[in-house]
C-alpha cells in the first residue's frame, strides 16, 4: 500500500505503567504526514500518557512506535525529540526563570535555529517578538501558551505533540491558537490533546478515542461530528457543556 | 518605579546586607579600626573556603536533589592532589597513565557496539555473559596493578616535604618502562570489557547511532594518546616539575587538584549515584558511605598525618609590604591592611572566593549550560523533551560541584593542615551555609557563606577578649542557622515551593 508512505507515526498495542498503575492497556494509532490528528477521551483515560509515551518520558513497556520509519522503543526521550518531535506539555510548562528569548534558545539543537526560524516564529506569534527579554513568570496564560508552541517550533521538527493547547485560554485566544496551529499543519505533522470538542472538530482531520487506556474508535473527523451516539459514549459530558454553544 | 520593583525582587539579600552593614558600623566604632579589620579579613577567609565547598552542595541539590555527602571529601581529595603535585608529583605522574588507560578502555562503548550488538547470542546467555566479562574486567584490572607499590609511591612526597631541602633530589626512580607499560594495556583491556558488557552483545534493542560511534572513536584515540604520552613522560614529568617556577608549579597544582576533584566527581556520579536518582535516600547514603572510604584511602596512602603546604613564592619573601601594591611587586609574606598586618595569601583566597562566585553567576545567567542548568532546576523532563541529554548535564554539574570543592582544598592547603579530618569539618559548615542561604541557590551560598564566615571570626575574637570558652563561635553558626530557618524555612534566598 501506498499508505504507509504517509505514515509519519505508527504506534501499535502500547503498554505503559506508570509506578504499579496500567495506564494504557493497548493504544494503538496511526498519524498521517502534514495531517492534524486529534486524541480525544475523557479525563483520565490516557491521552497526554499516549503522547509522554511517544516521546519516552513514560517509556512503554510493550508494544512498538516507529516515527519516520525508525523504531523508537529503548531510546531516550531526548534521543527521540532529536529525531525531530517537538513537545508542547499540558500547563506549557514554560522555564519560569529564562526569560521569553532563553526558552525558546533552549530548544535549538544546532546553533543558529532560533534566528533561522525566528521570522517564521514571530510571524505566527508577533507578540514574543516584544515580549522577548521579559521573564517567564510574568507572561499570562495565553502568552505562555504561544511561547510553548513556539518553543517546539525552534529546533526542525516534524512532528508536533501539543496537550490541550486551549486550556485556560479565553475565547479570542483560543482561536488565535487555532490559527497558529492550522498554519503549522501546512509544513508540520500535528497530533493534538484537546477537551474542547470544539475546536478538535473544527482543526482536525482525523481523530481517535482513547477510553480507559485503550483506543477504541478512529476515523475522520468530519464524520465523527455527525455520530452522536458515539460522541455520546465515550466523550459525554465534557462534548455538551464546551461544544453546546454552538 | 524601577527602584521598587529592584526592592521587590531583592529584599532578603538587601536586608541581610545592610543588617550586616549595621553590625559592621557597630563593631568598628566598639572594637576600634584594627581588630575590626582583623577580625573581619578573617570572617572573608573563611566565607570564601565554605563558599567553595557549598558552591557544588547547592548546584548539586538544586538541579539533581542529591545531598553529596563526599562534597568535603572533595575538597580533602583536591587538597591531597594539589599538595602531592606541588612538593612532589611523582606519584600522581605514576597513577596517571593507568586512570586514563582505563577511561580509553571505557570510552570504548560506542565503538565496540556495532561489532558486538548482532552476535547471534541467545537472550537467556546474555546478562550471564555480561556478568562473566565484568568478572574477567575486573581481574584484568587487578592483575594490571598487581606489585604497583602506590604506598611507596605517596610516602615519597612525606619524605620531599620533610626533608624539603631539596625536593629534586627526592624524585624517586620508579618502575622501568620495560616492565610497566604492560599495566596500561591491561587496564585498557579492563575497561574495555566493562563498555563491551555496557554494549549488551546480542541485544539489538540498544541504539548507537553512527555519529556516536565516531566521537567515541575519536575520545578513545584521544585517550590512548594522552595515556602514551603519559607512560613515556612519567619519569621526565615530575623532575620537569618540580625545576618549574614556584609560582607556576602552584597554578599547575591548582590545576591538577581541581581536575582531580572533577574526574572523580564525573565518576562518582556516573557509577554510584546516577543508578539512584528513583531512591534518592541511597543516594544520601552512598555519598556517606563514600566520605568514609576516602577518608579511610587517603589515611591509607599518607597515613593519618597533618601535612603543611609551603606557601608559593608569590607569598612568602620575607618582610610586611606597605600596601596591595606593594605585595604584588614584592611578594611579601604580610600586607599592610588599614594598618593591619595581614597574611596576603588569605587575601589570596578571598580573592579566589570571590572569582569563583564571579564566575559561577556568569556561567549561570550567560552561558547555554546556566540556561539548560536554571531550566533542569524547574522541570527536568521539559529540558529532556527539547532533545537535551539531561543526564549529561547532571554528570557535569556534579563533576564541577566536586572541582570547585577541590579548588577550595588546595586553595586552602597552604594555610590549613592537609589531614583526613578536613573533609568533615568543611563539609558540616558548607551544609549550614547552603540551608542558611537556601537549598539551589549560588547567591544564597554566597550570602550563607558570609554570614558563617564572619560570625567564625567575630565568635572567636569576643572569646578571646571576653575569656569564653572558643565553643561559642562553633556554636555561632548552628544559632545562625537556627534563627534563618525561623525567619525562612527554606532558607534566604530558598524556592518558596
Not at chain 2, 67 to 77: A, P, R
Not at chain 2, 291 to 305: G, K, N, R, Y
Not at chain 2, 314 to 328: L, V
Request: aromatic share 8%; net charge neutral.
Amino acid at each position: 500500500m501506498t499508505q504507509s508512505q504517509d505514515i509519519l507515526l505508527d504506534v501499535s498495542a502500547i503498554h505503559t505503567f506508570i509506578g504499579q498503575f496500567h495506564i494504557l492497556e493497548g493504544v494503538s494509532l496511526q498519524v498521517q504526514r502534514n495531517s492534524i490528528t486529534v486524541l480525544l477521551g475523557r479525563n483520565g483515560a490516557g491521552k497526554t500518557t499516549t503522547l509522554k509515551s511517544i516521546l519516552g518520558l513514560t517509556p512503554p513497556r510493550q508494544g512498538r512506535v516507529l516515527f519516520d520509519g525508525r523504531e523508537l522503543q529503548g531510546k531516550r526521550a531526548y534521543d527521540i525529540a532529536a529525531m525531530g518531535i517537538g513537545y508542547v506539555p499540558e500547563h506549557r510548562a514554560i522555564f519560569r526563570n529564562l526569560s521569553v528569548g532563553e526558552n525558546l534558545r533552549i530548544a535549538e539543537r544546532q546553533k543558529g535555529d532560533l534566528d533561522r526560524k525566528a521570522d517564521f516564529i514571530f510571524g505566527l506569534f508577533p507578540d514574543l517578538k516584544r515580549l522577548y527579554k521579559l521573564s517567564g513568570d510574568h507572561l499570562s496564560g495565553g502568552q505562555q501558551q504561544m511561547l510553548a508552541v513556539a518553543r517546539a517550533l525552534v529546533a526542525d521538527n516534524k512532528l508536533l505533540l501539543i496537550d490541550e493547547p486551549s486550556e485556560g485560554l479565553a475565547p479570542i485566544l483560543i482561536e488565535q491558537m487555532m490559527e497558529a496551529i492550522r498554519e503549522l499543519s501546512a509544513t508540520l505533522t500535528v497530533l493534538l490533546v484537546e477537551q474542547n470538542f470544539l475546536m478538535a472538530s473544527r482543526l482536525a482531520q482525523f481523530y481517535y478515542i482513547i477510553d480507559d487506556g485503550k483506543s477504541v474508535h478512529c476515523g475522520e473527523m468530519a464524520d465523527l461530528v455527525h455520530d452522536e451516539a458515539l460522541i455520546h459514549r465515550y466523550l459525554g459530558a465534557s462534548v455538551r457543556v464546551e461544544g453546546g454553544g454552538q | 518605579m524601577k527602584l521598587k520593583a529592584f526592592w521587590r525582587e531583592n529584599n532578603t539579600l538587601l536586608t541581610v546586607l545592610l543588617i550586616l552593614l549595621a553590625l559592621g558600623v557597630i563593631g568598628w566604632s566598639t572594637m576600634g579600626t584594627q581588630p575590626f579589620v582583623r577580625t573581619t579579613l578573617s570572617g572573608f577567609t573563611l566565607s570564601a573556603l565554605y563558599f567553595m565547598v557549598a558552591a557544588g552542595l547547592t548546584l548539586v541539590f538544586g538541579l539533581m536533589d542529591v545531598l553529596n555527602f563526599s562534597q568535603g571529601s572533595m575538597l580533602m581529595v583536591g587538597a591531597y592532589a594539589g599538595w602531592q603535585f606541588y612538593t612532589n608529583p611523582t606519584f600522581l605522574f605514576g597513577l596517571a597513565p593507568l586512570v586514563f588507560a582505563l577511561m580509553a578502555g571505557l570510552a570504548m562503548m560506542a565503538v565496540i557496539h556495532p561489532w558486538v550488538a548482532k552476535w547471534p547470542i541467545p537472550e537467556s546467555w546474555q546478562s550471564r555473559l555480561r556478568a562473566g566479562l565484568i568478572v574477567l574486567a575486573v581481574v584484568v584490572g587487578v592483575l594490571a596493578v598487581v606489585g604497583v607499590d602506590f604506598r611507596g609511591l605517596a610516602s615519597t612526597a612525606m619524605v620531599a616535604t620533610m626533608v624539603a631541602a631539596d625536593p629534586l633530589a627526592e624524585a624517586t626512580p620508579q618502575e622501568p618502562l620495560a616492565s610497566f607499560w604492560i599495566r596500561p594495556v591491561l587496564l585498557f583491556l579492563a575497561g574495555a570489557l566493562i563498555a563491551m558488557a555496557q554494549a549488551r552483545p546480542g541485544d539489538p534493542t540498544v541504539v548507537v547511532h553512527k555519529d556516536q560511534s565516531r566521537r567515541s572513536a575519536f575520545l578513545v584515540g584521544g585517550l590512548l594518546l594522552v595515556t602514551a604520552i603519559a607512560t613515556l613522560g612519567r619519569e621526565a614529568a615530575p623532575i620537569a616539575v618540580l625545576s618549574m617556577n614556584g609560582n607556576l608549579r602552584f597554578v599547575l597544582a591548582l590545576l591538577a587538584g581541581t581536575l582531580v576533584g572533577a574526574g572523580l566527581g564525573a565518576v562518582i556520579e556516573m557509577t554510584l549515584i546516577s543508578p539512584l536518582y528513583v531512591r534518592p535516600l541511597y543516594q544520601i547514603i552512598i555519598t556517606m558511605g563514600l566520605a568514609f572510604v576516602i577518608s579511610e584511602l587517603i589515611q591509607l596512602l599518607w597515613d593519618p598525618l597533618p601535612y603543611a603546604m609551603s606557601r608559593p613564592p608569590a607569598f612568602s619573601q620575607p618582610g610586611k609590604a606597605e600596601n596591595i601594591w606593594a605585595f604584588f611587586r614584592g611578594g611579601n609574606t604580610t600586607v599592610d591592611i588599614l594598618g593591619v598586618t595581614f597574611p596576603s595569601y588569605r587575601l589570596f583566597i578571598i580573592a579566589l572566593g570571590v572569582l569563583m562566585f564571579v564566575a559561577l553567576t556568569l556561567t549561570l545567567k550567560y552561558t547555554r549550560l546556566g540556561m539548560i542548568i536554571r531550566a533542569g532546576v524547574q522541570d527536568r523532563e521539559m529540558v529532556e523533551a527539547l532533545g537535551i541529554n539531561v543526564k549529561r548535564i547532571f554528570t557535569l554539574v556534579f563533576s564541577m560541584g566536586t572541582g570547585l570543592a577541590a579548588l577550595g582544598g588546595i586553595g586552602a592547603a597552604p594555610f590549613v593542615p592537609v589531614e583526613p579530618v578536613m573533609g568533615d569539618r568543611y563539609l558540616m559548615q558548607g551544609f549550614i551555609t547552603v540551608v542558611i542561604g537556601g537549598m539551589g541557590s549560588t547567591t544564597g551560598a554566597a550570602i550563607g557563606a558570609l554570614l558563617l564566615g564572619l560570625a567564625r571570626a567575630f565568635g572567636d575574637y569576643l572569646a578571646l577578649k571576653f575569656s569564653l570558652t572558643p565553643a561559642i563561635s562553633e556554636a555561632s553558626t548552628v544559632i545562625i542557622m537556627a534563627l534563618v530557618l525561623l525567619v525562612r524555612p527554606a532558607g534566604l534566598l530558598g524556592r518558596r515551593d
